[in-house]
C-alpha cells in the first residue's frame, strides 16, 4: 500500500501527460476549447471591442470581453470534453479493461481532469495574449491572485459537472448533446454572446441560477482595473463551489466503468426481414423459378438507404441536436433576449428573418458537416470500398445521403416556421414556394460541397474540424449569429463570396413582408449553383482518382 501510494502521483502525471498529447492530436477537441472561443472574441472584439470606455486610461470594451470567452473555453475543456471523452471510453469498454493494469479508473480520470485544467489554462492565456496585443487589453497585477483562483475554482466546478454528465448518460453521443445543449443556450444568457442587451427578467433570473454566469463575472471582476480591491468574489466562488460539490457527489454515485448496453426485443432475424420487407430479393446471383437473377431496383435502393440515412440521424443525439433542435432552440431564445418587436434596418420583425435563416443554418450543419462526416467514417471502416461487391452502387448511398440531408433541412425548415409562427404571429408568406425551393437549392449546395472536402480530406475528424471550421466563422458574417452588425470590409467581402450568406439572404427575401411572385432571389440563386458546380467538379475529379471509396491517398 505505501509503495502504491508513492506510485499514484507518477502515474497521474504520466497519465496527465499522455492526455494532453492525445488532445493536441484531437483537432475537433482542442477547435472547441481554444480556437472556438478565440473566433468568437476576435469576431465581437472586431465588431464592438475596439471602443474605448475611459479615454484617460484606455480601456477598451475588449477588456470585459476577454474574461467571458476564457470562460467559455474553461467550459468547453473541462465539461464538454470531460464528459464526452469519459462516456466514450466507458462506452468502449477502456474503463473496465483498466481493472487489469496499474492505471486504475481513478487514476484516468484524476489525469483527464488535470489535462482539461491545462488546456483551460492555455485557452485563457491564449486569450489574454491576443487581448493585449490586438486589443489593448490590460492586464491587473493587484487581482492576479484571485483570477488564479477564480480559473482553479471554475477548473473544478466544470469538471465535477462533466464526471457527473459522463456517469448519467448513456453514451458518448447523449454526453455530446447534454453539454452541447446547457452550454450554449446558458452562454446566451450569461453575458457572452448577447453583448450590451438587457434581458427579460425571467432569464436574467434563469441566468444566475447557473455556474457559468457566475464564472464570467467572477473572471470580469477579477480582470476589472475600475473595481477596487482584490478582486475576489465569495458569492461567484460560493455558488460555483454548491455546484462542483453537486456535480462530484452524483459522480461518486453514479460513475461506472461497465459499459452501458441498449437493449433490444428483435432478434437478428426478425431486424433483416423487416429491413428487406415481405417480397425479400433473392440474393445476388440466385437463379429464381423465372430463370433470372433477381436484383434489387436502383429506386428500392435508393430509397432504403434514405431510410437508413434518417435513422443514422436520429440515433445520433449529437447530430440531431445540431442539425435540428439547435437551429429551434435559438429562433425560441434570441427574440427573447434581443425583443421579439425589434426591427431590422429593412423594417423586418427580427423573428420573421431569423427563423428562415436558421432554418438555413441546420441546413448547412446537416449536408455540409453531419453528412460528409459520416461518409468519412464510412470510408475509413471500409464499407464504400467493399461496395463494389454488393448490389448498392457508390452513388446510390451518396444521393441516399444528399437526399436525406435535404429532408432533414426541410424539416428543421417546418420547425423553426412553426415556432417563429405560434410564438411570434409570424404569418406564411404567400411566397412560400421561393422558400422551400431556396433551402432545398441551398442544402444541395451544402451537401456537395461536404462531399467535396470529404474528398479532399483523410479521416472523419478532419472533415468534421475543418467544416466546422469554416461554418462556425461564415455564419458570424452570413446574418446567422449576428443580425444587423457592420462587419470590417474584409470580412463583409468573405461574407458574399461565400455561398451560406446568399442562402440566408435568398430564403429571407423569400419570407420579408411585402414579398412578391414565387419569392425567388435569382441572384443570390446564382451564386448558389456557382458553388454547387464548383463543388461537383471538385468531386468527379476525386472519384476518377479513388479518392471517395479511399483507395489511394
Known amino acids: 500500500m505505501p509503495e502504491l501510494a508513492v506510485q499514484r502521483p507518477r502515474l497521474i502525471a504520466h497519465q496527465t501527460r499522455h492526455e494532453i498529447v492525445a488532445l493536441v492530436r484531437e483537432p475537433i477537441a482542442l477547435f472547441f476549447a481554444l480556437a472556438f472561443p478565440l473566433l468568437f472574441f476576435v469576431i465581437i472584439s472586431g465588431l464592438f471591442g475596439n471602443e474605448r470606455i475611459d479615454a484617460r486610461s484606455g480601456v477598451r470594451v475588449a477588456q470585459f470581453m476577454a474574461p467571458a470567452f476564457a470562460s467559455f473555453g474553461i467550459v468547453m475543456a473541462t465539461f464538454s470534453a470531460l464528459a464526452i471523452g469519459l462516456a466514450e471510453a466507458r462506452e468502449d469498454g477502456v474503463l473496465k479493461r483498466l481493472r487489469g493494469t496499474p492505471l486504475s479508473p481513478g487514476v484516468l480520470i484524476a489525469a483527464r481532469v488535470l489535462a482539461g485544467g491545462a488546456v483551460a489554462l492555455a485557452a485563457v492565456a491564449l486569450l489574454q495574449v491576443v487581448g493585449v496585443v490586438g486589443y489593448d487589453v490590460q492586464i491587473v497585477t493587484r487581482t492576479l491572485p484571485a483570477a488564479l483562483v477564480t480559473l482553479v475554482v471554475g477548473v473544478c466546478c466544470f469538471s465535477a459537472l462533466g464526471l457527473a454528465v459522463a456517469a448519467t448518460a448513456p453514451n458518448?453521443?447523449?454526453?455530446?448533446?447534454?453539454?452541447?445543449?446547457?452550454?450554449?443556450?446558458?452562454?446566451?444568457?450569461?453575458?457572452?454572446?448577447?453583448?450590451?442587451?438587457?434581458?427579460?427578467?425571467w432569464l436574467d433570473v434563469l441566468g444566475w441560477c447557473f455556474p457559468l454566469r457566475h464564472l464570467v463575472n467572477a473572471l470580469g471582476d477579477a480582470t476589472n482595473p475600475f473595481l477596487t480591491g482584490s478582486g475576489f468574489s465569495a458569492r461567484h466562488l460560493g455558488v460555483m463551489a454548491v455546484w462542483g460539490l453537486g456535480g462530484a457527489m452524483i459522480a461518486?454515485?453514479?460513475?461506472?466503468?461497465?459499459?452501458?448496453?441498449?437493449?433490444?426485443?428483435?432478434?437478428?432475424?426478425?431486424?433483416?426481414?423487416?429491413?428487406?420487407?415481405?417480397?425479400?430479393?433473392?440474393?445476388?446471383?440466385?437463379?429464381?423459378?423465372?430463370?433470372?437473377?433477381?436484383?434489387?431496383?436502383?429506386?428500392?435502393?435508393?430509397l432504403h438507404e434514405i431510410r437508413h440515412a434518417d435513422a443514422l440521424l436520429w440515433r445520433d443525439p449529437g447530430s440531431t441536436f445540431f442539425a435540428v433542435a439547435f437551429p429551434i432552440m435559438l429562433v425560441l431564445l434570441v427574440p427573447q433576449i434581443y425583443g421579439a418587436d425589434t426591427l431590422l434596418e429593412d423594417g423586418t420583425p427580427l423573428p420573421r428573418f431569423y427563423a428562415p435563416t436558421m432554418a438555413i443554418y441546420g441546413a448547412a450543419v446537416t449536408a455540409y458537416v453531419n453528412m460528409p462526416e459520416g461518409l468519412a467514417r464510412a470510408r475509413e471502416r471500409g464499407v464504400l470500398h467493399r461496395l463494389s461487391g454488393t448490389p448498392l452502387p457508390?452513388?446510390?448511398?451518396?444521393?441516399?445521403?444528399?437526399?436525406?440531408?435535404?429532408?432533414?433541412?426541410?424539416?428543421?425548415?417546418?420547425?423553426?416556421?412553426?415556432?417563429?409562427?405560434?410564438?411570434?404571429?409570424?404569418?406564411?408568406?404567400?411566397?412560400?414556394?421561393?422558400?422551400?425551393?431556396?433551402?432545398?437549392?441551398?442544402?444541395?449546395?451544402?451537401?456537395?460541397?461536404?462531399?467535396?472536402?470529404?474528398?479532399l480530406l483523410g479521416s472523419a475528424r478532419s472533415v468534421s474540424a475543418v467544416a466546422l471550421g469554416t461554418l462556425l466563422p461564415l455564419s458570424f458574417v452570413s446574418d446567422?449569429?449576428?443580425?444587423?452588425?457592420?462587419?470590417?470590409?474584409?470580412?463583409d467581402v468573405i461574407g458574399w463570396i461565400s455561398p451560406l450568406r446568399h442562402a440566408t439572404r435568398a430564403v429571407s427575401t423569400a419570407y420579408q413582408v411585402g414579398a412578391t411572385g414565387y419569392g425567388?432571389?435569382?441572384?443570390?440563386?446564382?451564386?448558389?449553383?456557382?458553388?454547387?458546380?464548383?463543388?461537383?467538379?471538385?468531386?468527379?475529379?476525386?472519384?476518377?482518382?479513388?479518392?471517395?471509396?479511399?483507395r489511394r491517398g
Not at 455530446?176 to 453575458?191: E, H, K, N, Q
Not at 420487407?277 to 446471383?285: K, L
Not at 476518377?544 to 479511399?550: F, T, Y
Open 480 to 491: 446567422i449569429f449576428m443580425v444587423g452588425a457592420t462587419f470590417p470590409a474584409a470580412l
Open 252 to 302: 461518486v454515485r453514479r460513475l461506472s466503468v461497465e459499459p452501458r448496453r441498449t437493449p433490444t426485443t428483435r432478434s437478428p432475424a426478425r431486424t433483416l426481414a423487416a429491413v428487406a420487407g415481405p417480397t425479400t430479393p433473392a440474393p445476388v446471383g440466385t437463379v429464381t423459378r423465372a430463370g433470372r437473377t433477381d436484383r434489387p431496383s436502383t429506386i428500392r435502393l435508393l
Open 172 to 201: 458518448s453521443q447523449a454526453a455530446m448533446a447534454m453539454t452541447t445543449g446547457l452550454t450554449v443556450p446558458l452562454a446566451f444568457i450569461s453575458d457572452l454572446f448577447a453583448v450590451g442587451v438587457t434581458l427579460p427578467r
Open 394 to 455: 457508390m452513388p446510390v448511398l451518396v444521393l441516399a445521403r444528399v437526399v436525406s440531408s435535404i429532408w432533414i433541412a426541410l424539416l428543421t425548415l417546418v420547425g423553426v416556421l412553426l415556432i417563429a409562427g405560434v410564438l411570434y404571429d409570424v404569418p406564411v408568406p404567400p411566397t412560400w414556394p421561393g422558400v422551400i425551393v431556396t433551402t432545398v437549392l441551398s442544402t444541395l449546395c451544402f451537401a456537395v460541397l461536404g462531399v467535396a472536402l470529404m474528398t
Open 520 to 550: 425567388f432571389a435569382w441572384q443570390h440563386l446564382a451564386v448558389i449553383a456557382l458553388w454547387t458546380i464548383g463543388g461537383a467538379v471538385v468531386i468527379v475529379l476525386r472519384v476518377r482518382s479513388g479518392h471517395l471509396a479511399g
